[in-house]
């Protein structure tokens, strides 16, 4: 057995085993978010910019993001919605070489997870994703619609800025290769509920801690039924712990049901926890 399967199967013990209270991440020492110095992260794939004009620029629901970039086959949505939450998962067993280390952080695992889902999933991409490793699979199609690299947004896929789209907001960097917790809740999501019985594979969880002044936003992923090791159970979330001074954080795997009895009142993802925004859903799957 080579070094990198006993990474995952260490991994994949440590799932198994019952999560104590004891162990779950104190957040609050922790910020999740990193300065957009730190945003260039790609893999080494190449990748081909597609001009704007093969694309026509039209927003009919107005929150943002083009149509062009938006998802409209229920196919396309569910191909999206597995492989980002299984990418997202698989960075607990083993964080991807591919994933820039500057670049984790709660915000970071939601952008390096949605680029990788837009990809096209083949033999090179395998490669350069799992370090060698075992647990990557092809849970999925690939997208249809478009892939990162002949998008309608090349890299800049994350909105910026309020406002329906128009063209020119490409021009006016209201598009960006980056975005923290804060943009991507304020720009690239819509509110669905504040009730788990609503949240769907790859909606995002929301908390917003004031008291932490820098980056009051934290973000996880709901990826439901967990690929590894989901016990039966449907209410997994992965997410990042952020970093501190002293600490680069730690990819992190849960249940919901788990996280309701978190030690500090105000991580239980519960409706009556006022610090819990509630679960959101990207706009390119509205």
């Not at 799932?15 to 209270?21: F, G, S, T």
């Not at 995002?204 to 039924?225: A, C, E, R, S, T």
């Amino acid at each position: 057995m080579n070094r990198a399967l006993n990474k995952f199967t260490v991994r994949m013990i440590q799932a198994r085993a019952p999560l104590a209270l004891a162990c779950l991440v104190a957040l609050a020492g922790f910020g999740c978010g990193k300065s957009p110095q730190a945003k260039t992260g790609k893999t080494t794939r190449p990748s081909s910019a597609t001009s704007s004009a093969a694309f026509v620029w039209a927003d009919s629901d107005n929150d943002g993001m083009p149509d062009a970039a938006e998802l409209l086959s229920s196919d396309d949505r569910a191909s999206f919605r597995r492989w980002f939450a299984h990418i997202a998962e698989m960075q607990f067993y083993e964080p991807s070489r591919a994933w820039n280390e500057d670049q984790r952080d709660c915000a970071g695992l939601v952008r390096f997870a949605w680029r990788e889902a837009l990809r096209r999933h083949d033999r090179i991409w395998f490669q350069s994703i799992s370090n060698g490793s075992e647990g990557y699979e092809a849970v999925a199609p690939d997208v249809k619609a478009y892939n990162l690299e002949h998008g309608p947004l090349g890299e800049k896929i994350f909105r910026a800025d309020f406002g329906s789209f128009k063209e020119t907001d490409l021009a006016q960097n209201k598009f960006s290769e980056f975005a923290d917790a804060r943009t991507l809740k304020n720009y690239n999501v819509t509110f669905i509920s504040r009730d788990r019985k609503q949240a769907e594979r790859g909606d995002l969880l929301f908390f917003h801690q004031p008291w932490v002044q820098k980056f009051p936003y934290h973000v996880m992923i709901f990826i439901g039924d967990a690929r590894h090791n989901g016990e039966g159970a449907g209410d997994w979330v992965v997410y990042h712990t952020g970093s501190s001074p002293g600490d680069k954080g730690e990819m992190k795997k849960v249940r919901l049901a788990t996280l309701d009895h978190h030690p500090d009142r105000r991580w239980r993802p519960i409706e009556n926890n006022p610090n819990f925004l509630g679960f959101y859903r990207l706009k390119i799957l509205e």
